[in-house]
Structure formats: structure tokens, C-alpha cells
Antibody, heavy 120, light 110 residues
Framework: EVQLVESGGGLVQPGRSLRLSCAASGFTFDDYAMHWVRQAPGKGLEWVSGISWNGVTKIYADSVKGRFTISRDNAKNSLYLQMNSLRAEDTALYFC?????????????WGQGTTVTVSS | QSVLTQPPSVSGAPGQRVTVSCTGSNSNIGSTYDVHWFQQLPGTAPKLLISDNSNRPSGVPDRFSGSKSGTSASLAISGLQTEDEADYYCQSYDSSLSGYVFGTGTKVTV
């Protein structure tokens, strides 16, 4: 069964850091680009960051550029999101997402998400 | 502020056909980038409904169909069922932003 399981969320104070992890199973992880997508409480979906299959290409939404870093460890079938200088507006449910085929294809597998709450 | 605009809500009676529009620009939908559609049931993760403008992944009922024309795309749901009540999002890539974008989301009520 294809599965993505996020972890690492929690309550953190503004300005602090948090690292999210995503464990992938059931597919050849290093064949696919991966993304992080978030959803603030009661709001819509917002793409956060994406990384190519080999980790060479990394792209970010303007709202997190310079603060968040995406990475992957293909040997461990894992995706990460290092979040620094967190703000209240980063509060959201963070989803780890796999692409269907190529860089621009749809996102076909979603984890259940991990909740990040930024508050003092 | 999303660059892909959807109507906040759409409603229809069981058995009817409804459409959800997604309006973009020449830097996203109007370019070579495909549009994908997602269904999000309450309290669950989004599910890929339509990929590459009009392709249904395995397991998606053929009541769902997608199309793209110019700078807009549409999702059609025919034979509306109560279990189709959900939020629907379009998604594409934007060359001006150098990143992916989601639509504002549409709540479909049956």
C-alpha cells in the first residue's frame, strides 16, 4: 500500500524552529518529486515547497522562501521540511504529497498531515 | 491571494449536473501547464480527482470530468450524489511565481 506518514508537528513559539518529516512506503521513493502543501484552519490549500526526485531542484512559495528548507533522503525513503523563524501565519496542517508522474503532474498521494501551531 | 479563482460555492439537486470553474492567466492555465482537480471531504486529506486537465485516475467515477480552454478550466460533476458534497480545488503551475498554485476552492452542496 502506498503511504505517506508525516510527523514532527506541534506547538512552537514565534521565531522558533521545527522540522517536519515524512516517511514514504509502498512505492519507489526516489522515482518521484515530492511536495509539502499546507492548510490553515478553515482555509484553502497552499503549496509550500517541492523537491525533485534527486534533490537537486528545490522550489518554494514566496511566503516561506528564505525561512523553510526542503530536503530528502532517498536511502531512508524520507522527506523533510526545516521551518525556521516561524510566524503565526505558518499555523496549519502540513501535508506531504507525492506527484503522479513528472514534475508538473498532479499530486496523487497525500499523507494525513501533521499540525503546526505557532503561538506564544 | 490565490492566482486561480473559483466560485466560493456551487449547489445542485441529486442527479443534476454542476460545473466548477477555475480562472487563471497566461502564466499558468493559459500556458502549457496542466490543471489538476482535487476533492476534499470534511476532515480528510485531498484526493486527486482529475489530472492533466481531463484524465481520471483509477477509481474515480466517470461522473467527474475536466476540461481546459484558454486561461480557464472546468470540473463537471454529472449525476450529482450526496457523497459528492465536498470542497473542490484546482491546481496548476505558475511561471511568473515559479511555483505551484491552488485555486481558492469551491464548496459543492447537494
Amino acid at each position: 500500500e502506498v503511504q505517506l506518514v508525516e510527523s514532527g508537528g506541534g506547538l512552537v513559539q514565534p521565531g522558533r524552529s521545527l522540522r517536519l518529516s515524512c516517511a514514504a512506503s509502498g512505492f519507489t521513493f526516489d522515482d518521484y518529486a515530492m511536495h509539502w502543501v499546507r492548510q490553515a484552519p478553515g482555509k484553502g490549500l497552499e503549496w509550500v515547497s517541492g523537491i525533485s526526485w534527486n534533490g537537486v531542484t528545490k522550489i518554494y512559495a514566496d511566503s516561506v522562501k528564505g525561512r523553510f528548507t526542503i530536503s530528502r533522503d532517498n536511502a531512508k525513503n524520507s522527506l523533510y521540511l526545516q521551518m525556521n523563524s516561524l510566524r503565526a501565519e505558518d499555523t496549519a496542517l502540513y501535508f506531504c504529497v507525492k506527484v503522479l508522474r513528472s514534475w508538473y503532474s498532479g499530486m496523487d498521494v497525500w499523507g494525513q498531515g501533521t499540525t503546526v501551531t505557532v503561538s506564544s | 491571494q490565490s492566482v486561480l479563482t473559483q466560485p466560493p460555492s456551487v449547489s445542485g439537486a441529486p442527479g443534476q449536473r454542476v460545473t466548477v470553474s477555475c480562472t487563471g492567466s497566461n502564466s499558468n492555465i493559459g500556458s502549457t501547464y496542466d490543471v489538476h482537480w482535487f476533492q476534499q471531504l470534511p476532515g480528510t486529506a485531498p484526493k486527486l480527482l482529475i489530472s492533466d486537465n481531463s484524465n481520471r485516475p483509477s477509481g474515480v467515477p466517470d461522473r467527474f470530468s475536466g476540461s481546459k480552454s484558454g486561461t480557464s478550466a472546468s470540473l463537471a460533476i454529472s449525476g450529482l450524489q450526496t457523497e459528492d458534497e465536498a470542497d473542490y480545488y484546482c491546481q496548476s503551475y505558475d511561471s511568473s511565481l515559479s511555483g505551484y498554485v491552488f485555486g481558492t476552492g469551491t464548496k459543492v452542496t447537494v
